[in-house]
């Protein structure tokens, strides 16, 4: 099982960047995949998860509206599509097998569950400044 996170770079308050998640050794029939961050200095935190077998998707409070999360079966990617980012938004943004598909709290944010994250890409670094 692996997951290659990509597509971080540096952008300009209000700016867009998209990341992938290529994944192999397993597909979205068998578990979720989630993107979590984890800032300098800050605990990590759950960002969106895409549930298994064209389940739902979930969101943080912090990224609705802003963020979206889908998918190409066929690449055997996910996508998260981040749009109007600003610097709270800085951070290395991982990509992992969410065992668990996708925990949720009663508001229906995705939250941070590490016992459920398998496995997990390399990382990817987004820096919004200006």
């Known amino acids: 099982v692996q997951l290659q996170a990509s597509g971080g770079g540096s952008v300009q308050p209000g700016g867009s960047l998209r990341l992938s998640c290529k994944l192999s050794g397993f597909t979205l029939d068998d578990d979720g995949v989630g993107w979590i961050r984890q800032a300098p200095g800050k605990e990590r935190e759950a960002v969106s998860c895409?549930?298994?077998?064209?389940?739902?998707?979930y969101y943080a409070e912090s990224v609705k509206g802003r963020f979206t999360i889908f998918k190409d079966n066929s690449k055997s990617t996910v996508y998260l599509q981040m749009n109007s980012l600003n610097a709270e938004d800085t951070a290395i943004y991982y990509c992992?097998?969410?065992?668990?598909?996708?925990?949720?709290?009663?508001?229906?944010?995705?939250?941070?569950?590490?016992?459920?994250?398998?496995?997990w890409g390399q990382g990817t670094l987004v820096t919004v400044s200006s």
């Open positions: 992992a097998r969410d065992s668990f598909n996708c925990p949720y709290d009663y508001n229906g944010n995705y939250i941070y569950m590490e016992r459920g994250l398998n496995s």
């Open positions: 895409i549930a298994s077998n064209d389940g739902p998707t």
